[in-house]
């Protein structure tokens, strides 16, 4: 045997002991050192699992909101002995967390700095979703997200967003519902962006340069034009906030009064001569013909493709022409707001009701922004509420119960 030792004892070197065979380990002293590692290392073979803190990050996804609200959106892989683990955030401010095993089933948690301790109760597969004010920034018109991202994830940015830069190439880039879905590498990344205009906006956009110029030509014949140009800065903060309706109601106020101003000015300039005053007046009568032929092909243009798709939505009308009706009935004497008739327009079209949830991802509202509106709606009898499966269900009442 190797490291030991059979001695045979001598009777006559032992008194008073017959022949014995001993037998004398010669690496006692190693053993001795091995034997607390060896059992060091039992203890942790049975205590460690049941108190496991590690996690595996699986999916991560990000979605922006105008606002610079961004919802994240992580799935962590756990071992079925782990009575809780820690999963590392995105940001440090966090709101409207929620944890869910692979069953859906809500997780109990507790949030400390920028990681959350999450009981797993057995669970395999842990889905997180939160929103964080910490991954986006604004310097004057560019906004940017930025994130260091362990894994590979996707980005959603709002509708109408152009992006300007980016710190690496990404994987892939589509567009979904005007919202450019960008797949990046792990790693750290900055995403440059700010926000474009189209259709509707550009026409809004337009006319707002318009009446900046009329307010230029009275400023310097030096006209007073303090109330057009309050009226002016408040139709550009509506455009800014993308409500081109209210934007375009203010333009034409301030339009109207610009217009007033000129022609009061005009009208104390020139004499009774239609002679005289053509004269002094042929590059303004040009322009305003000009203005109105190009607004007449415009108008022309619209119309048609306004022929045009109300031929290819027509299908659509007739299916929701019912639940539109009931909306009509009920919403007639209210002043609603435009972003509130959207958001009932498209209840109707799914059917008359949809989650709460469903409603944040079509419009891109936080949850705290979506849920005012809808108690908005609610107030107004349009809509109710009804819990179903831990989720509010928006539902458009009937005309019975809307009276």
């Not at 610079?68 to 809780?84: K, N």
């Not at 709101?95 to 797993?120: H, M, P």
């Not at 991202?149 to 690496?168: A, C, E, F």
């Not at 979506?370 to 809509?383: D, T």
Request: hydrophobic letters at 40%; aromatic letters at 6%.
């Amino acid at each position: 045997m190797e490291n030991h030792e059979a001695v045979l004892c001598n009777p006559q070197e032992i008194p008073n002991l017959e022949g014995m065979l001993f037998v004398r380990i010669a690496d006692i002293l190693n053993r001795m050192l091995k034997a607390p590692l060896i059992l060091f290392g039992l203890l942790l073979t049975v205590v460690l699992p049941a108190n496991s803190f590690g996690s595996t990050l699986r999916m991560v996804d990000f979605t922006v909101y105008p606002d610079g609200t961004t919802h994240v959106s992580q799935e962590v892989l756990s071992s079925p002995q782990d009575a809780e683990i820690v999963v590392e955030l995105f940001g440090i401010t966090i709101e409207n967390f929620v944890a869910q095993d692979q069953d859906g089933l809500l997780l109990s948690y507790e949030i400390i700095g920028d990681t959350a301790k999450i009981d797993t109760f057995g669970a395999t597969s842990i889905f997180v979703g939160y929103d964080s004010y910490d991954l986006v920034t604004k310097n004057g018109r560019i906004w940017t997200f930025k994130v260091d991202s362990p894994i590979d994830y996707t980005l959603t940015l709002p509708q109408n967003t152009v992006v300007v830069g980016m710190t690496s190439i990404p994987n892939s880039v589509l567009t979904v519902g005007d919202q450019p879905r960008l797949s990046l590498a792990n790693g750290p990344n900055e995403v440059d962006y700010f926000f474009g205009v189209t259709g509707r906006g550009t026409i809004v956009g337009n006319l707002i340069s318009g009446v900046e110029e009329m307010v230029g030509r009275l400023e310097n014949q030096g006209i007073a034009t303090f109330e057009i140009k309050t009226k002016l800065d408040a139709a550009k903060k509506a455009f800014e906030e993308r409500k081109y309706d209210q934007a375009e109601k203010l333009a034409n106020e301030a339009k109207v009064l610009a217009e007033a101003a000129e022609g009061s000015s005009k009208g104390n300039s020139t004499t009774n001569n239609p002679l005289t005053y053509f004269s002094n007046n042929i590059v303004g009568i040009a322009t305003s013909i000009a203005a109105i032929g190009g607004a007449i092909t415009t108008i022309t243009l619209i119309a048609k493709r306004t022929k045009s798709v109300l031929k290819k939505t027509n299908h659509v009308e007739r299916n929701v022409d019912e639940a539109e009706q009931d909306v009509d009935d009920m919403s007639t004497g209210q002043e609603m707001r435009e972003d509130d008739k959207q958001l009932v327009e498209f209840i109707a079209q799914n059917g008359g009701q949809a989650y709460e949830r469903d409603l944040r991802k079509k419009f891109l509202m936080p949850r705290t922004t979506m849920w005012r509106a809808v108690k908005r709606l609610e107030r107004q009898g349009i809509i109710e509420i009804e819990k179903k499966d831990f989720q509010n269900l928006v539902k458009l009442k009937k005309k019975e119960e809307g009276l």
